[in-house]
């Protein structure tokens, strides 16, 4: 599918923007608007620990009070030897009822407390979602991508780190068993057969002179992967387990390629081959250079596979623990508006924008997108809706 400004000059961004910039504005709405919810319950919160910190204080001054006024009256007595009895089991029966009393309040408080935050954490939940169904668009220009994967007992932890634009970041789960090769644990021979590693200096049968130790990492497992741009760094072990025999391979594809190879023995420490000149000169870079593209391109392959938003970061800061919905959806407006501000341009029409999409085949559509219908929906979260439409100058 092509895409086409409304005047049928060629759009940069090959993609449906008017529905995505639709998007962006169903889902401010919902997520600012639940965030604005998590603000009321949060202050509830708070007043309810400062309801509940000014009743604890208020009773020990009421206790402290009749305390004092109980010591006055047995001190003023003539009676002191008779009254005093009974005035220290009043003041042990008012004490006891003070601090039952505290306790019982400070109970119900607490209790009320939880359910505000179960209510905070639910809606927290909600948001997470929200934000979720948008951001996998992929909405904003990708900087960089960085995946993790960990063998577990069956196959593999992934995630993708998704750096974009405004400092935006992204956390996603990445559900690899649903590709074939990552169903399960993967095998150096999963991604090129025959790579060989010398691995240390040994003396071969009936020779005098040390020799590199070949070996085959065909069935050495894939245990852990880091995949960030151009870096790649990935374990091999001969099994599955913290001890096992071992090689760390990391690789840079950022100009020319260059490779770190670290050995471990079983239960050994690792270490570097290329500090052994003998090991040095045996390596195949060549071959390591095709295992290490063949592993970045099937990893790439899991991106579509990503799923459930795991973390989403402003600023290095988690948008929902820190309440930063708002600013993030005004720095997404900002990311739109040189875009949005073309298509006003080429849009025929002042009161709407407008592009078309074309197939193979070369038919046409017409897309459109008002700007009452976007003021409208927008108006519904108010002073924060009219800081997004200045910002994407629709006011």
Known sequence: MKYLYGDSTEFPVQRDFLGLLDDFIDTSVKAITLENTVFDMKEDIRDKRRLKNSVMDEMNNFLLTVENAISAAVSSSKEQVTIVQYAEKSRDFLKKYIEDGKKKISDDIFHEITQFEEKVNRTDEENRKTLEAFFIKDPVPIINKKYTLKATKEAYSSKVQVDCEGDISCVFEIASSELP???????????????????????????????????????????????????????????????????????????????????????????????????????????????????????????????????????????????????????????????????????????????????????????????????????????????????????
């Not at 990391?250 to 190879?261: A, L």
């Not at 592009?355 to 997108?369: A, F, N, Q, V």
Request: charged content about 35%; aromatic content about 8%; glycine content about 6%.
């Open 181 to 395: 090769l990552w169903d399960g644990h993967v095998k150096a021979y999963g991604f090129v057969r025959g790579v060989e590693i010398p691995a240390r200096m040994k003396k071969p049968f009936l020779k005098k002179e040390l020799a590199p130790d070949i070996v085959s990492i065909d069935n050495y497992l894939l245990s852990d992967l880091v995949l960030c741009g151009k870096e790649l760094e990935v374990v091999f072990r001969k099994k599955l387990e913290t001890a096992a025999e071992r090689f760390r391979l990391r690789m840079d594809f950022s100009e020319d390629f260059t490779v770190e190879i670290y050995h471990a023995e079983e239960n050994g420490v690792e270490k570097n081959i290329q500090a052994v000149p003998g090991l040095k000169d045996a390596l195949n870079v060549l071959r390591l250079r095709e295992l290490g593209e063949k592993i970045m391109e099937q990893t790439d392959s899991l991106y579509p596979k990503k799923q459930r938003l795991e973390h989403l970061y402003l600023g290095g800061k988690d948008v929902l623990e820190e309440n930063l919905v708002y600013e993030l959806m005004q720095r997404v407006a900002e990311i739109f508006a040189p875009t949005l501000e073309e298509i006003k341009k080429h849009s025929p029409s002042k009161e709407e924008f407008s592009l078309k999409s074309e197939d193979e085949s070369g038919k046409r559509r017409e897309i459109y997108l008002k700007k009452s219908q976007i003021k409208e929906k927008i108006g519904v979260i108010k002073e924060k809706g009219g800081r997004l439409l200045q910002i994407l100058d629709m006011l």
